[in-house]
Every structure is written in structure tokens, then in C-alpha cells.
């Protein structure tokens, strides 16, 4: 009992004694000193934070920039001309890019990469001119024939052109060539390249022709006509007589002279493309002005393998 | 230092909210605040310079990644730190294997003792060593406490961080100190 009594007496003690703190002895305690922190502490502390805030971080540096800019913007804190620029060429390289993404039916890669052979496209109303059209624009398919001939026919009716001599072929050849790839000019230059290289091994296409066929120039199951007949007989005469092209059958020839049945033109196809490399639909009527039509025609396009 | 100027003018709390949304240069700030205070707390405890940093950069990272325990309302942000450091102290002494060479010189490649070292400095060195080992002698919670008053955190911010009451602490600091000074006076120390 006595001993309780004497630790409760020794608590109480020192609770009255601790109510007032040993200061002298504190501060002299506080005057030892120790090694200052290395600075890697608050380093690595940072660093740890920046990565795990690194989203806060960018969200709120953005939101700062934006302010800046717009105080910028207003004048409030100068810099107008830097952030009117700067809008400039915000505006402008938006423009490039919807631009860029918004056309890729201009992209001359697409187009180039579905075109294999050129063709000679001929308004029915140019009796005399075949008009070599390199660009695969252009180009006619003989799967599409039946729509694309009659769009052609349509608008060239519309606008007739005037005849041109056979010998400028070449020159309009690579005359539409440029003119094609002046309109693409917004392509950059590899794919500028690749239209002029393209454009001018289509080109090469009707000059490697050699083996031509004729048959029979009529339509459907109709017995050909007398003129026809005349005609058929004329383009094999003008083969043979050419020195380029040589007459063969139908199964070796490389392209084949024939009468069109949706329209009734004469055309030029490649066998084994259907591509119409030459056409011209108004034959009769140039044959029976000019009975040496066959023959020059014949000779002009042979010779075009010459240019 | 333009940034550390602009600040220094903060207190914690503004800084918290800072750095809560992204503002690396608040938190960098707290740090540089309260980096001192803390490493030299924990080295006191823990009496290792290497396992020192790695507690204090440990304390600091928890910091943050903790901030949404933090209430201005009930505590500052120095105690919230020291808080972090306590658990961390103590987790360290519970599980750290006491080994004859594991307590290493305070001042090792500091040079402190060089010619121009004066006596009184050489003492306060010595002193300081036979404090840490007087501190050793206490128990981890006792140790912390005595730590956090030396550093000049009140009463009321230990009985916070240590989870005890006010009278109950400063009872405990008061009979630690009294215990020490008294093993003071026996090694001849005159101490005022």
C-alpha cells in the first residue's frame, strides 16, 4: 500500500515537474548539429513525383499556355504579334492538313495504281486524229466501254474539235502528258516521277504494237456491209503495205481492228487488255470523202512507233 | 530561385493544393521546407546515414502519394510528414537486424575534424554520439518522441504523430531528457 502510494507520489511529481520543460537543457541539446540532407533526397523526390503526376503536370502546363496565349492575345500582357502568328500559322497548317486528308481521290498514286495500258481516246467528230491520251485518267477500260464511249461521244458532240494532223500525234501525246501532270502539280515530286515515267512507258504501248488483225467490220450476227467489206479490205491492204505492222490472225495478233456494236465505230483494241488504242467512229464518212483515209490512218498510227 | 522566391511567400497548405494539381515546382518547394528536418529526425532514429536518405526520400514520396489523407483542418503539414516518418522509423527498428558494425560515424567524409576543429566543436561531436546512443537505449516511440522535440515540433504535433496525449507525451519527453542529462553529468560533461 505504502509502495503504490510512494509511485503515485513520484508520477505526480513528475507531472508537476514536467509542466515546466527543461528549456536550457533543450537548447543545448539543439546546438549539436548534423549532417545536412544530400541534395539526391529532394532530387529522386521530384523526380518520383514528376512521373507519377506527369499527366497533371502536361494538363496544367497546357492550361497555362492557354492562358498565357489568350492574355497574350488580348494585349494584356503584350506579345500580340507572337500570338497572332502564331494563330496564322495554327490556321494555315490546319488548312494543309484538312487539305491533305480531304483529297486523296487527286492522290495520282491511286489512280496510276489501276491503270496498266494507255489508250488512244478519238472524238467521233476529229475523223482524221486519233488523240493518244497517255494519262490514266483518261484511259478507257474495255470493260467500261459501253458507258464510258457514250459519255465520250456525248460531250465531244457538244464541242466539236477541229481535225489536226496525224503527224502531230506525239507532240499531243506528251502535250497532254504535261498538261495531266501540270494539273497534279500539287503531288510532291516522286509521285510527279512516277506519272511522267508512267505516262511515257503507256505511250510505248502502241508503238510496240506489230501484229494486227482485221475482222470482220460488222455488228451482231448481221452480214457486213459492202463499204465495210471495202474498208476490211483497205486496212488489210494498208498493213501489209506499212513495213511496221504485220498482218496475222486473230489469235496471234497483239491488236485487233473491229467495228464496235453498241456505237458502230471502228476501233483499235488490245487484245489482251481490251483497251481501245485508237477509235473513230465516223470512219465511213471520212473513207468516202477521202478514199486514202484507210491508209493514212494505218500509216500514221504505225508510224508512231517511230516518234 | 525566382521560383523558390515566389514560394517562400506560400504557406504548406497553399503549396499542397499546388502540387495536387500539378505544380512540380510547390511540391519541390515542400520538400526543400522539410527535407532538413526530416533526414536529420530519422538519422537521429535510425542512426545510418545510407538507410537515413532512403527513409527520408521514402517519407517524402509518401508525401504526395498520400496527400489524400492530409486535412489542413486537423494538422500541419509538418506533422503529416512526420507522421509518414514515424511509421516508416518504426517499421525500419522493427525490422532491421542489429549487427556490431552496422552503426557508422555521423560525420564520416565530411571532414569534420580538421586542424582549424575547435575543442568545444570536437565535444559537441562527441556529444552527439552519446546522445545517439543514449537515444538508443529508448524504446523506438520514446526515441521518436524525444527526436520530434528536439526538432521543435510541439507537443501537441508529437501527440498527433505518435497517436498519444498530450500530458502522456510531455511526461515522456520531460523523464527521457532528465534521464539523459543525468548520464551527461555522469560522464563529466559540464553542460551550461
Known amino acids: 500500500m505504502s509502495k503504490d502510494y510512494d509511485d503515485y507520489q513520484n508520477l505526480k511529481s513528475q507531472s508537476v515537474e514536467s509542466e515546466k520543460e527543461d528549456t536550457e537543457f533543450l537548447e543545448f541539446l539543439r546546438k549539436i548539429e548534423y549532417p545536412n540532407p544530400p541534395n539526391s533526397i529532394v532530387e529522386k523526390a521530384i523526380a518520383s513525383y514528376e512521373r507519377d503526376y506527369k499527366y497533371r503536370i502536361l494538363w496544367r502546363s497546357i492550361k497555362l499556355k492557354v492562358i498565357e496565349y489568350k492574355e497574350a492575345l488580348f494585349g494584356t500582357r503584350g506579345g500580340l504579334e507572337i500570338a497572332l502568328a502564331s494563330t496564322l500559322i495554327l490556321f494555315i497548317l490546319s488548312g494543309v492538313v484538312y487539305y491533305q486528308y480531304t483529297k486523296p481521290q487527286n492522290n495520282p498514286i491511286n489512280i496510276i495504281a489501276n491503270q496498266e495500258t494507255p489508250a488512244i481516246k478519238v472524238s467521233p467528230n476529229s475523223s482524221d486524229t486519233p488523240i493518244a491520251t497517255p494519262s490514266p485518267i483518261q484511259t478507257i477500260r474495255q470493260d467500261d466501254t459501253k458507258e464510258n464511249n457514250q459519255q465520250a461521244i456525248t460531250k465531244n458532240d457538244t464541242k466539236p474539235r477541229k481535225p489536226e494532223e496525224p503527224k502531230d500525234l506525239y507532240k499531243e501525246d506528251n502535250n497532254i502528258a504535261i498538261n495531266n501532270l501540270k494539273r497534279d502539280k500539287r503531288t510532291n515530286n516522286s509521285v510527279k516521277t512516277n506519272a511522267i515515267t508512267n505516262a511515257k512507258k503507256k505511250s510505248l504501248t502502241l508503238s510496240n504494237l506489230v501484229y494486227v488483225a482485221v475482222v470482220d467490220l460488222k455488228t451482231g450476227d448481221q452480214e457486213p456491209e459492202l463499204i465495210d467489206t471495202e474498208i476490211k479490205q483497205e486496212l488489210i491492204q494498208a498493213i501489209n503495205n506499212s513495213g511496221k505492222w504485220r498482218l496475222s490472225s486473230v489469235k496471234d495478233a497483239e491488236a485487233i481492228f473491229k467495228k464496235q456494236k453498241n456505237d458502230g465505230a471502228l476501233v483499235l483494241f488490245d487484245k489482251e487488255t481490251k483497251n481501245i488504242l485508237w477509235k473513230n467512229i465516223d470512219y465511213i464518212n471520212n473513207y468516202k470523202n477521202n478514199k486514202d483515209y484507210i491508209k493514212t490512218t494505218v500509216e500514221t498510227l504505225s508510224n508512231y512507233q517511230k516518234q | ?192
Not at chain 2, 12 to 18: A, F, M, P
Not at chain 2, 58 to 86: E, G, H, M, N
Not at chain 2, 93 to 110: A, G
Open chain 2, 1 to 192: 530561385m525566382e521560383i523558390d522566391g515566389y514560394f517562400s511567400e506560400f504557406t504548406d497548405e497553399d503549396l499542397v493544393k499546388e502540387f495536387t494539381v500539378g505544380n512540380k515546382e510547390a511540391f519541390a518547394m515542400l520538400c526543400k521546407r522539410y527535407d532538413k528536418l526530416i533526414y536529420q529526425h530519422i538519422l537521429r532514429c535510425v542512426r545510418n546515414r545510407e538507410d537515413a536518405e532512403d527513409l527520408a526520400q521514402d517519407t517524402l514520396i509518401d508525401s504526395y502519394r498520400q496527400v489524400r489523407d492530409f486535412d489542413p483542418a486537423r494538422s500541419k503539414w509538418k506533422t503529416f510528414l512526420c507522421r509518414i516518418a514515424a511509421k516508416k522509423i518504426l517499421n525500419y527498428l522493427r525490422t532491421r537486424k542489429r549487427r556490431s558494425n552496422y552503426f557508422v560515424d555521423l560525420d564520416e567524409n565530411q571532414n569534420v575534424i580538421s586542424e582549424s576543429t575547435s575543442n568545444q566543436e570536437f565535444d559537441l561531436r562527441e556529444l552527439r554520439n552519446i546522445l545517439i546512443e543514449e537515444l538508443e537505449k529508448l524504446s523506438p516511440k520514446e526515441r521518436e518522441m524525444v527526436s520530434l522535440r528536439l526538432d521543435g515540433v510541439s507537443f501537441e504535433e508529437i501527440a498527433n504523430i505518435v497517436d498519444g496525449t498530450y500530458g502522456g507525451v510531455k511526461v515522456s519527453i520531460w523523464r527521457n531528457l532528465q534521464g539523459i542529462k543525468g548520464r551527461l553529468v555522469e560522464l563529466g560533461y559540464k553542460l551550461f
